[in-house]
Every structure is written in structure tokens, then in C-alpha cells.
């Protein structure tokens, strides 16, 4: 009889369940396979977990390490420390690890250790910007994964520039479009609350943007003067609004609102005039849905959404934010195109991968 195969999941973040939400669903389809989902509980608020998991048919997870927040060495030594004796016990045949949160590199740490195989969905991303917590967390995990799933060609080259064999990466596409292309329909279905004709969507919550008074002060200026051409609705992260707390900032006719459940924020995303954000995943959407969308950075480790999309980069440049919105309101707006295999199927094509390898990682399983 054909050994099961033992698949764990490891996610933490908000970043991570509109990524797993598909490959489970594609692994439930196969009969030989076990799936164990860790939640190490990196967000642990309603509002960026719970409904998550709700909207997007994930099943409760199997355990929950409940790190809570903390300093970056904190969170990450929390994770390891509580992760560690789950996998010696489960002894999974590989771990698969999402992204690029500190949940990710953590698990990445402990499975390498452990000898136990690592798979990355989403593989392969580079910002080139070492001051991002997110790049360190890319680089390592790729190093010590045996497995590596990209949603892009460039993620490909720069594993390859890295040393990584061309046989442990495997170019699937975008796990993340899968969760958007299936849910999209009943998002727009249950739309229920009017939005004004006009309106620009804010995301932001990279340290680069909104820890620094002056960065973050310029573009809460620069956001209310939008706000005089069109309504600026700005779903806030917690530490966002923490940090517009601390500052004691005026917020003029900005619309803060809590973070918006994954199904809502689609709806808006889809009817927004544009999308301001700091957000890769969001970055991503906007290609997907065809959405003008300003990213407020100074580079992207998503540079197809820049090349083949609806993406701009402005940088932290408040005055260029300013001119780029009256542009699109004139008329102006980038187009774009969707990137190959962003097509709704990337999860199955990485369940395809695992099971024609599942004789090889059903056996370290015994090892
Ligand atoms: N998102 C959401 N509600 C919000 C803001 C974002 O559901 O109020 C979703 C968004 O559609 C995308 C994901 O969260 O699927 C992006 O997560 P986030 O911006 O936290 O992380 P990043 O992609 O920057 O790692």
C-alpha cells in the first residue's frame, strides 16, 4: 500500500490565508494525502484572522501556537520555540510555509533543523531593500526550502541568481488569485452598502510608510488633499492607526474604518477609481482586476504588476501621489494585462507537483 503523505500547514498572518485557502482545498481532492494547518496565531485580532478563515472556508486549525505580537526576534524565537515540538511529534513529511511573514521564516528554521522538507508558495520574490523585514524573511526561507513554487518568471531568475537549482523551483503561478477568481462572484453578490461613484482605496501599513511622523504625516497631506476630488476611504491596520493615534495627527476627510473582511475589501477594491497602497498582495489584486493602483513605495518585490499591470510606483513622493490620481482622473489611467498562470488554477498545479513527488516525501516521513 502507497504510504499517506503528510502535508502541514504553517500560517500567521492576514497575508497567508487568502494563500492557503486554495491549496488546502486542492490537497482535500486527494485521497493519499493528510493535511495538519498550524496557526501560530502572529495576528490573533477578529478582524485579521477569524473572518478570514470564515469567508474563506478555511478549516479551524489543528493547532494554535498563540504567539501574539512582539518585537520581530520575539514573534520569530516565540514561533520557533512553540513549532518545534509539534513537528517532532507530527513528524509531517513537509511543511509548507507561505509568503513572506515571520511565520513563514520561522517555520522555514525549525523544519530545516528537523530535516523535515519545506515547501514555498510564493517563491522567489525580490525587493532588493534588505531595510524590509519581509526581504530578509524571502531570502532565508528560500535558501532552506527544497521546494519552491513561484507565481512569476522573475521569481524563477532571481532563485536561480541565488544558486537555488533549477530543479526545486517550479513556476506555478498566483495562489492568491486562485482565493480571488473563486470568491469575486460573491463578493459583488453580497455588496450591500452603496459606495460613492468616485473613490480612492487606502492600504498602508509598512513600517517604511507609517513609522517615520514626517513620511506618514505627508501622506495623510497629501490624502486629504485627494480628498477634495474624490471620497478617500482608508481601511486601517491596527499599528496604522495606532502610529495616526500616537502622531495626533488631523485626518481631515479621510475616511478611517476598521480593516475590512477579505470578501468587502474585494467588492471595494473592484469598484474603487484607484488604489492607494502599501501592500503587496494588493498590488496584485489591482493587476488581477484591471484597478489603476499607486504603490507607495520605492520598489516592489512584485515588479510584473509594474511591467504587465495596472501598477505604479511613486515612491514616497506625496506630490507625484497627488499628480498621478488628477491624471487617472483625467482620463489617464495605466492599463494593464494579467500575468500568465495568474489564472485561479496555481493551487492545483502545486497538489499536481506534491503528489507526483509524494513515494520521495512520504518516505521522511520514516526517516
Ligand atoms: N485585505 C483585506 N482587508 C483589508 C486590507 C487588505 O481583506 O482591509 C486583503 C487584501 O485583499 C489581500 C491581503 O489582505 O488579499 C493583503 O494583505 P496585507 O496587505 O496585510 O499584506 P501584504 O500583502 O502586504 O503582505
Redesign the pocket.
Known sequence: MEMALHILHVVGA??NF?KVAPVLRALTRQKSVKQTLVHTGQHYDASLSDIFFQQLEIPAPDVNLAVGSGSHAQQTASIMIRLEPILSERKPGLVLVY??VNSTVAAALVCSKLQIKIGHVEAGLRSFDRSMP?EINRIVTDQLSDLLFTPSEDGNHNLEKEGIPTKKIHLVGNV?IDSLKRLLPLALQNQKNSLPAKFALV?L?RPSNVDDSNTLKSILQSLQNISRQLDVIF?S?PRTRQRVADFGFDTGHIQFVE????LE??AM?RAATVVITD????QE?TTYLGIPCLTLRANTERPITVSRGTNILVGQDAHRLEEEVTKLLNGKAKHGIVPPLWDGHAAERIADILVSRQPELAKSLHA
Open positions: 492576514r497575508p487568502m509568503g513572506d519581509e492568491m492600504t501599513h481601511p491596520h480593516p475590512l473582511p477579505y475589501f474585494l477594491q501592500s503587496g498582495g494588493v489584486e
